[in-house]
C-alpha cells in the first residue's frame, strides 16, 4: 500500500474539518498520522508535540507556495493550538 503524501492527507483532513466545522488539536492528528503509517523525518511516531505543530506549519507553508491558500486557510484554521491561534506561526 502506498502512502498519500503526509501534506495532502492534512490538506484533505483539514478541508473535510472545516467543511464540517470542526477542528483537531494536533495530538489527535499525531494519532491519526501514526494510526495511517506515517511517522517523522527520523522514522518515529508522532507525539502530538512540536514535530507536529512543525507538519502543519510546513503543510501550510507548502501550500501558500504552490497557490493553494484557501487550503492553506484551511490547515491553519483546523490545527489552532491549545490557546486557539494559529499553529502555523
Known amino acids: 500500500m502506498s502512502l498519500m ?3 495532502e492527507y492534512i490538506t484533505k483532513l483539514a478541508t473535510f474539518l ?3 466545522k470542526t477542528t483537531m488539536p494536533v495530538d489527535s492528528l499525531a494519532l491519526l ?3 495511517n503509517g ?5 522514522g518515529t511516531p ?4 512540536r514535530g507536529t505543530y512543525t507538519l502543519v506549519k510546513a503543510t ?30
Open 5 to 7: 503524501d503526509k501534506k
Open 33 to 35: 498520522l501514526n494510526w
Open 18 to 20: 472545516i467543511g464540517t
Open 60 to 89: 501550510y507553508d507548502w501550500l501558500v507556495k504552490n497557490g493553494r491558500k484557501m487550503e492553506a486557510d484551511n490547515v491553519a484554521q483546523a490545527f489552532p493550538k491549545p490557546d486557539g491561534s494559529y499553529a502555523y506561526r
Open 38 to 42: 506515517y511517522t517523522t523525518e527520523y
Open 46 to 49: 508522532y507525539q502530538g508535540k
